[in-house]
């Protein structure tokens, strides 16, 4: 095995009350890529298609996620790295996650797997800084790992499985303005009211709960997020009347992707999911802002070789 | 039936990262109730016994919860408390919120189950009121259903339980000092910064999903409180030498048992969990503190019938 050609789920971190430890992988939208092993040591990034993204190593998070994970095993060989990127970056539905993890993972596979997921989260990591200036794990992990993840702990990196209810679908709508991770981190507060942090708690203990019980209406009804969508879904056009549209439309819950501008939610069936995203284009179309949507599965799998 | 003879167990709140939102109920700790239904409308609180408590069903905890029972159901019969106190008031292991569990549910049952758990817990919660100034459920729960409790929320009420992994145990060791509930309250920063809480819910996250897939290790990891343990446990005298030696004889976890004194230990195993109480004794033993100890399985059942 000398080549490998793989899709990289695209992820929602967050999902509301989890901010940075939760995250989930979809289905039917995620970058494909292809990484062989070449013979001329080192990492090369041969051709990018579907965006403008730097062919440099060093300035191109899959160049160094791989760099991170070269630097911890002696090998006789190469790496030649194709993307061909699908998820826009920017989005919130991890890009740049997708292009760090899918690299490390096809690079340990073609290795005859020298590293377990902990060690492929933490080589996907330093993507994630490159990408935003923090090295936040909560897309990598659901991007190597499929379904929903949770982050317990950072130091040190403790990464929990959690199971995927069979009928859980997402849907994400993305408008088409940008919201840069890093300001959406500056404008969050550094102290929270402890009475708001008691409620988002016991919001996570909520829908872990839910999940692992598969009550679709416990889901629900934690997902909610005290803490940073007050303050985030401002940078949001819309965000409000979306997420309003989505409820009424029998989504389970709503809130912002990641550091947004995406907008997700979660729904129990596809039809429902498909009724969310008609609700949801029509608050966009309305406004005159332009969008894209996904109606996806949750992968349970991760990332997959085609 | 007209009178019941019950059980009705101690519960530890809180669980370290499940400040306000977790309990747990107890096996071998707990106080005995006599309520009988008798033709004389209204409540009376005939004897107590094991602990001097006020037999004003105002001012006791029993008798406010039963009102507010009352208050919403017409009912023929009156109800005469008996309480053979045995958990000490002040000891943090749910002393109030046993007597008020109790005499909801024993009235609930000879009145023929007109209301479900969740009324019962908002009545008991009553009693909490009157016992501290705050209506918190995260003792009553547990107490009346049994095993771990998650308060997800408050407004609305929403109660749910949580599997108990088949071998665990808590050890208890209460130092005879008193510390107050409100003064434990008071102490309390109204902020906390966002990292510590981000750490909090990460670990809530981990501790419902270790205690849904029985993995112990993962329950050991998530019982940490960056929150309120540092600020309470000054309260507490020996407290981090308890805690130590609890850990190094193979406890899971260590905290505060609600808002102590009490001090609390979960262990995989009966063996483990004696091995705990003998090096939390040995603290105590050492610098003169008197206590009492306890080691219990964790009660699934909540109130029994005796």
Redesign the interface.
């Known amino acids: 095995m000398s080549v490998l050609k793989i899709f990289v789920p695209a992820t929602i971190a967050n999902i509301s ?6 995250g989930l992988a979809l289905d039917t939208i995620g970058d494909e890529m292809t990484i062989r092993k070449v013979a001329q040591k080192g990492i090369r990034i041969t051709k990018i298609t579907g965006q403008k993204l730097p062919l440099e190593i060093h300035k191109n998070v899959a160049g160094v996620a791989a760099l991170a994970l070269l630097a911890e095993i002696d090998t006789e060989f190469g790496f030649e790295i194709e993307i061909d990127k699908r998820i826009k970056p920017g989005s919130g539905i991890g890009s740049s996650a997708a292009s760090s993890a899918g690299t490390v993972w096809a690079i340990n596979e073609l290795l005859g797997k020298p590293f377990n997921t902990t060690d492929l989260i933490r080589f996907s990591m330093e993507g994630e800084r490159l990408a935003s200036g923090v090295a936040h794990a909560d897309n990598v992990a659901p991007a190597l790992l499929g379904g929903f993840t ?4 950072y130091e040190p990196l ?1 990464v ?1 499985s ?1 199971p995927t209810p069979k009928e859980l679908y997402a849907t994400i709508i993305h408008p088409q303005i940008e919201v840069k991770t890093s300001d959406a981190r500056e404008i ?8 708001e ?13 839910g999940l ?2 598969e009550d679709y209406a ?1 889901i629900g ?2 997902l909610q997020d005290f ?1 940073v969508e007050p303050i985030r879904s401002i940078l949001i056009p819309a965000f409000d009347a979306v997420k309003q549209q989505a409820l009424s439309s029998g989504a389970l819950g709503c809130g912002i992707s990641g550091s947004g501008p995406s907008i997700f939610a979660l729904s129990k069936g596809e039809d429902t999911a498909l009724k969310v995203a008609d609700a949801m284009k029509f608050v966009y179309e309305k406004v005159g802002i332009d969008y894209e949507i996904h109606v996806s599965k949750i992968n349970k799998q991760g990332i997959k070789i085609i």
Do not use: E, H
């Open positions: 009350c989890g901010f940075d430890v939760l949770l982050i317990r702990s403790d929990v959690i969050l507060k550094t102290k929270v009211p402890l009475k942090a008691i409620k988002q708690w016991g919001n996570v203990g909520g829908l872990i709960s692992y019980s416990l009804r934690s803490i």
